[in-house]
């Protein structure tokens, strides 16, 4: 099987370049072809098809290290900016239109009224079997999970490997079961005390109370400036480095039947949310941890959630993504949940922004010994799906509104999590209140008994100053006699 070989596009006012990393290859083998748009390059073990407007002519550059091959490819309209030449996986996929079948297909617009009853009685039969071909469909994709839900009996073949990343066998229990199984451990594993004390310790009403500070890593992750933060603030653009197109060459480019892509968006926000709280968490540097941070965070990763447009949405998505933060996070707060919600909604409107986080999952679960199955199952999946996904932006906006919205509804939002946060921080704030009366009323006490202590000090001082004037009258007395 031909290998696809690494190469970076950049472009001029006249040409696009195209650049590939060659070593040890014989010049007189490389071949190319051009057969309208398509720029087909061949070399032993090397195979690369593009799609371009021009003409084409290769050059050799040996002076390069390791041997690279530049293809200069002059533009039809010089000064033309070419969008999206990073985007490697997307140039690699063949340009296929896509056909819209009609939900309703006429087969004969003549009068049927006449023909016999066993037509009609076909035509039931008809309806019957695809009704039950549905639902075997559906029992079917039941047990699918995974991008698209595109893997099944996976389970039985890395029995050991997913045993460690999943406590149910993903070939036998449905979606439904499996959703079940996540709610309830959500709700029994949320420690109450806990989230208390992160809300105590990182409240600042309560910094009178609390001498040692608000909990440094919570600090932290509530300032740290994500990189799609910054260039936002710049009103500049991201640009993938020439290591991250790498990357994207070297993921397969399997082709994928799409039929919505509305889950597909409702399953990356379970997945970015669970990485930029990470992101927050280690101040853009991951550790040996942050595999199982953003593993554990996204219910589609830890459970193989898969959402599905007719029955979730975007708020429901949400609740999940904030529910497991404050179950499983290391900083159980609710503050940080919202300020990643905030990161999400900024990420989301933007590919590169995307692509760049996936990237980076990507290389973090890469480097786990386990967790690495992620990549297979989702994030290789993803890469190529945002790649080559025409419309961006529209979902980041419905994120967008859907958090905006929430308003005089964010108590409920919070009550829908079932774990009675509300109550928890109530509490907190009732015995803060508790502490602060018993305070002032030691101090009032306090006050009395200087008040009374005071007196006490000038009755005594008065006794003192009759005694002296008696004491002194006396000696008078005494002294007028001796006179007499």
Not at 25 to 46: H, N
Request: aromatic share 10%; net charge negative.
């Amino acid at each position: 099987m031909p290998i696809t070989p690494l190469f970076t596009l950049s472009q001029t006012s006249t040409h696009i370049l195209l650049t590939l990393t060659l070593p040890y290859i014989r010049v007189g083998d490389a071949e190319t072809l051009i057969e309208g748009k398509r720029l087909s390059f061949s070399c032993k073990s090397y195979l690369l098809k593009l799609n371009f407007d021009d003409e084409l002519k290769a050059i050799y550059d040996p002076n390069v290290s390791n041997g690279t091959l530049t293809i200069s490819i002059p533009k039809s309209v010089p000064n033309t900016n070419f969008k999206d030449l990073d985007l490697t996986t997307k140039l690699l996929q063949p340009k296929i239109p896509k056909v819209y079948r009609p939900k309703i297909e006429v087969i004969d617009s003549n009068d049927l009224s006449g023909t016999d009853s066993d037509d009609e009685v076909f035509e039931s039969e008809v309806s019957v079997l695809d009704h039950l071909e549905n639902i075997e469909e559906q029992e079917r994709s039941e047990t699918k999970y995974g991008f698209n839900l595109g893997f099944s009996n996976e389970f039985r073949k890395l029995r050991e490997e997913l045993r460690e990343i999943s406590s149910v066998d993903l070939d036998l229990v449905g979606w439904s079961e499996k959703r079940r199984i996540r709610l309830a451990l959500e709700k029994s594993d949320f420690d109450k005390n806990r989230y208390q004390s992160d809300y105590f310790l990182n409240t600042p009403k309560f910094l009178p109370h609390n001498p040692e500070g608000p909990d440094m890593l919570f600090t932290s992750s509530m300032s740290y400036v994500p990189f799609y933060l910054d260039i936002t603030s710049q009103l500049t653009s991201l640009k993938l480095s020439p290591t991250d197109s790498t990357t994207l060459t070297k993921i397969p480019n399997t082709p994928q039947t799409i039929t919505s892509t509305y889950p597909l968006n409702l399953g990356l926000t379970s997945l970015l949310f669970s990485y930029m709280y990470d992101l927050r968490l280690t101040a853009g540097e991951p550790n040996v941890e942050s595999a199982w941070n953003v593993w554990k965070l996204s219910a589609v990763m830890c459970y193989f959630e898969s959402y599905h447009s007719e029955r979730d949405g975007v708020r429901g998505v949400l609740e999940d993504c904030c529910r497991r933060a404050v179950c499983y996070g290391y900083c159980r707060s609710w503050e940080l949940c919202e300020k990643v919600v905030e990161d999400l909604i900024v990420v989301v409107k933007d590919r590169r922004f995307v692509l760049k986080c996936l990237i980076e999952m990507r290389g973090i679960f890469e480097r786990s010994e386990t967790l690495y199955l992620m990549n297979k199952f989702y994030l290789e999946g993803y890469l190529v799906w945002v790649q080559g996904e025409e419309e961006w932006g529209e979902f980041g906006g419905e994120v967008e509104e859907v958090w905006r919205g929430l308003g005089r509804d964010f108590g409920r939002f919070r009550g829908g999590l079932g774990l009675g946060l509300r109550e928890a921080e109530e509490e907190v704030d009732k015995s803060i209140e508790d502490v602060e009366e018993e305070d002032e009323d030691e101090d009032e006490d306090e006050d009395e008994d200087e008040d009374e202590d005071e007196d006490e000090d000038e009755d005594e001082d008065e006794d003192e100053d009759e005694d002296e004037d008696e004491d002194e009258d006396e000696e008078a007395d005494e002294e007028d006699e001796g006179e007499d």
